[in-house]
């Protein structure tokens, strides 16, 4: 896949948070698309944090892919998502058996955003540490520094 694909697939996971946000849900978004790069599932946070701890976009999505593909098929997704996933988006991405991740900005600076607010208590823990200690070799791909001021964008005074 190309660089151009990636760039796409991540500008509409970040319209998804812009839309997860529009609804009165924290502005994160994931999209999957499937071997033949059609989008299967898109998915936003679900409810604020501090209503649902697991409603993460990456999280929601993978519940939502787990009960409609099969995990043959989703080893041949692709993941996108706004934000590097966090440990536990991450687990839920391992468990659900995806095979690619590509995130457009990095969980550091998703910390620089947020700081110490209660409703994202941020891990400096990369995706890449977790997906390296378990038995399958996912692919990651970002941050992409070039789509990280428009998936901060979407947080502008979201955090305050």
């Not at 998804?16 to 499937?34: C, D, H, I, K, Q």
């Not at 939502?64 to 043959?72: C, D, G, N």
């Not at 706004?82 to 550091?108: D, K, L, Q």
Request: proline share 6%; hydrophobic share 40%; glycine share 8%.
């Amino acid at each position: 896949m190309e660089k151009r694909d990636h760039l796409y697939y991540l500008r509409r996971s970040i319209e998804v948070s812009r839309l997860a946000r529009e609804s009165g849900n924290t502005p994160f978004g994931a999209v999957l698309v499937n071997a033949e790069g059609l989008i299967v599932l898109e998915q936003g946070n679900v409810e604020l944090t501090e209503h649902r701890c697991t409603g993460h976009a990456e999280t929601a999505l993978m519940e939502k892919a787990s009960r409609l593909f099969t995990p043959a098929e989703l080893w041949e997704c692709t993941l996108y998502t706004t934000f590097e996933p966090c440990a536990m988006c991450s687990g839920a991405i391992y468990w659900g058996n995806v095979g690619r991740v590509v995130y457009a900005a990095s969980e550091h600076a998703l910390l620089r955003l947020t700081g110490d607010h209660p409703q994202n208590p941020t891990f400096d823990l990369p995706c890449r540490e977790i997906f390296a200690r378990g038995q399958k070799p996912i692919e990651v791909l970002g941050p992409f520094p070039e789509l990280e001021a428009e998936a901060v964008s979407v947080h502008d005074g979201y955090w305050r």
